[in-house]
């Protein structure tokens, strides 16, 4: 990180100057605001904390609840979620606070009344990913983004004790065009109603969205009519896999999920209990913790299940429901009117927990929507970029649900049929192969954006065939030229709303006058057509809305930074200080070349640009001036 760049700041450099002049003071609602986030679930927090480091969008967040979760809910964290908490700056903290998921096991009732250990899997294939694939209680995920929100410029706290009961919206109007009707719900004020005017709405409110019925949306969709339970407990235990991910696969009693969570003693369980009848709700059983652990005792026989404490527990019935739309414009307004209200996370989608993804999609989706509100917002882009929230997000979560319902089918199949041993599934039980194969959707990384607006075509992709355009930017090792760091490039990327440009060098140029790299940065830096110059705003920082780096194929030894263009090495700050962390070599030491690693063409170089959600925007030729140009000017305002 990057910090006294206007002067020596003493103390913890994550806590941000809080911005002059705040817009709230005190506990009274305002009347107007930019942006009303409704719930304060991992959806709503992902996109409060971006939002709170623009302290000139005003945004308020309301939340029923009296205070922060503390615990329950969901707990898994797919290593795509890792990538982006690590450019929310918490990736390292929630590392050493959670339970890394390394190895899988698959469990089944032997001959003789035994269990016994029938296959494991490595969780992660290598490679995939820098981030580990860990657990870690949904509460604490809040805490790390109200953190966030806390010491960001604009100094956000969520409202409690208010929820969104209706919202009306006015398309013709301007400014504030929802009016939005809240309702108290502290001791003493409960049943109260308050309005406001807000210019987006952001429903984050969970499965029952008072403002997806607010805007006509329906949840569509089925559920599997079968009861489950869940619950975190400290126990005492024979059962040999307790500190790993398992499947348990009874003779007669169904299955269950073990789940290590963080701090080496809490175990999650997730226990099949019953059928349920086709109208029938899970309520209606009457059912408690004491079910729950029946059943696990049952499931795990011959061995041992001693439960000390129940921390939390739940029953829920499965279902897997998708909304038609993730926003308020019907298809046959959208070349018309820009969305004003747009769902996110269980508002808008529903599946299983066994697959883990509850938490994960809905943060996807409001990492996805957070910079193109910064973008619209801070007049950087028009409103009708909000289109391409819903058009995206929704495909990922269909795929979602698509994917969860083949899950659920494969893990609950009946009298064992996930157990069998079948010659295609290569020695394995139905189950753990067909885990391995979804590996690349569980850990999150195989949402690709269609080709459009924000995606280019994959004219160039020969370029670099390991950054798959439309994909998840994934991350290499590289050296940074002017200290020698050793680091991730993609940890280079923060939340922040800006684009980036990778500027990988071709073989032989280092960065001189005359190569293709300075021909590239003088451009960028100069001519009246480039995006830099064309989408940045007079007084804005050169880098604040697209941040260029250059990544170089000679080891750190063999260049030198004063010889770099000067776009590589920008005057920052009130003292006009150099930005050093510009410029990056291929980590020849390691032998983990990004140049062989990425399948980057090391004849022609490339340039890779990288949306502020971390996913491939396009790759181009070093010499494809105007399709660089174009494509920043299908989604940026020309400001300069
Ligand atoms: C009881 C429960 C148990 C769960 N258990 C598991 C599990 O075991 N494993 C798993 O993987 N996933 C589980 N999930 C799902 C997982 O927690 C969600 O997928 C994930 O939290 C979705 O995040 P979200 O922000 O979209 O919604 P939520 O986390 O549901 O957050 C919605 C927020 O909106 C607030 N809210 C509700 N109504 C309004 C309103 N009208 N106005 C303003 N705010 C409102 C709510 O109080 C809540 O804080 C569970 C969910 C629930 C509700």
Not at 377 to 401: C, I, N, P
Not at 447 to 453: H, L, T, V
Not at 501 to 512: E, V, Y
Not at 595 to 603: E, L, P, S, V
Request: hydrophobic content about 40%; aromatic content about 8%; some cysteine.
């Amino acid at each position: 990180m990057q910090y006294h760049v206007n002067g020596f700041n003493p103390g913890d450099p994550d806590v941000f100057p809080a911005a002059p002049n705040p817009w709230r003071s005190g506990d009274a609602l305002p009347q107007t605001v930019d942006v009303l986030i409704a719930g304060s679930g991992p959806a709503g927090l992902c996109l409060a904390a971006q939002l709170a480091g623009v302290p000139q969008i005003r945004t308020m967040l309301v939340e029923p609840k009296l205070g922060p979760m503390e615990k329950g809910q969901a707990d898994g964290i797919s290593v795509r979620s890792m990538e982006m908490f690590q450019a929310f700056g918490f990736g390292e903290k929630v590392m050493r606070e959670a339970v890394w998921i390394n190895e899988t096991t698959f469990w089944a009732a032997g001959a003789q009344g035994s269990l016994d250990r029938v296959a494991r899997v490595q969780d992660v294939p290598d490679g995939i990913s820098e981030m580990p694939h860990v657990l870690l209680n949904q509460a604490r995920v809040h805490d790390m983004f109200l953190d966030i929100m806390r010491r960001a410029p604009s100094r956000l706290v969520p409202d409690h004790g208010l929820k969104v009961i209706d919202l009306a919206i006015d398309p013709a109007a301007a400014e504030y065009p929802v009016t939005v009707t809240l309702e108290h719900t502290a001791p003493g004020r409960e049943g109260r109603t308050s309005t406001l005017r807000a210019n987006y709405v952001i429903g984050c409110d969970g499965a029952r969205s008072n403002v997806r019925r607010a805007i006509g949306g329906e949840l569509h969709g089925d559920a599997a009519h079968q009861a489950w339970g869940v619950m975190d407990v400290l126990a005492v235990t024979d059962f040999p896999d307790w500190r790993m991910k398992s499947f348990v696969r009874s003779r007669d009693d169904g299955i269950l999920m073990v789940l290590p969570r963080e701090g080496g003693h809490l175990v999650r369980l997730y226990v099949e209990l019953d059928a349920l009848g086709e109208d029938e709700r899970v309520a209606e059983r009457g059912m408690g913790a004491q079910d729950i652990i029946a059943q696990a005792q049952r499931i795990f026989r011959p061995f041992s299940l001693d439960v000390k404490d129940v921390v939390w527990w739940s029953i829920y019935e499965i279902g897997h429901r998708l909304t038609d739309k993730f926003d308020d414009v019907p298809e046959a307004e959208v070349a018309t009117r820009a969305p004003r209200v747009m769902l996110a996370g269980d508002a808008c989608h529903t599946h299983s927990p066994k697959a883990g993804q509850g938490m994960n999609v809905s943060m996807g989706d409001t990492f996805n929507l957070g910079w193109k509100l910064i973008s619209v917002l801070t007049g950087r882009a028009d409103s009708a970029l909000l289109h391409t929230y819903s058009g995206e997000r929704r495909a990922a979560a269909k795929g979602l649900v698509e994917f969860d319902h083949k899950w659920a089918r494969v893990v609950g199949g009946s009298a064992g049929e996930d157990m069998e041993f079948d010659p295609a599934t290569a020695g394995l039980p139905v189950v753990a192969r067909a885990f391995i194969n979804n590996l690349p959707f569980t850990c999150g990384l195989t949402i690709q954006y269609e080709p459009g607006r924000l995606t280019g075509a994959a004219t160039h992709q020969h370029l670099a065939t390991g950054f798959d355009i439309g994909k998840r930017f994934h991350s290499a090792p590289v050296v940074r030229l002017a200290d020698a760091k050793p680091m991730h490039l993609g940890h280079c990327i923060d939340a922040d709303a800006r684009f980036r440009l990778f500027i990988f060098a071709p073989a032989g140029d280092a960065g001189g006058a005359g190569g293709a790299v300075a021909a590239l940065c003088d451009w960028l830096e100069r001519d009246p057509a480039s995006p830099r110059v064309r989408h940045t705003a007079p007084g804005e920082d050169p880098d604040a809305v697209i941040d260029t780096r250059a990544v170089f194929q000679q080891s750190f030894r063999d260049l030198d930074y004063a010889a770099m263009p000067s776009l590589l090495r920008p005057r920052v700050g009130r003292h006009g200080l150099c930005d050093y962390e510009k410029v990056f070599c291929a980590d020849l030491k390691s032998g983990n070349d990004i140049f062989a690693m990425r399948g980057i063409d090391r004849t022609a170089g490339c340039v890779v640009v990288v949306r502020p959600d971390q996913y491939v925007g396009h790759i181009l030729p070093l010499d494809a001036r105007a399709a660089l140009s174009g494509y920043f000017a299908g989604i940026l305002r020309k400001r300069s």
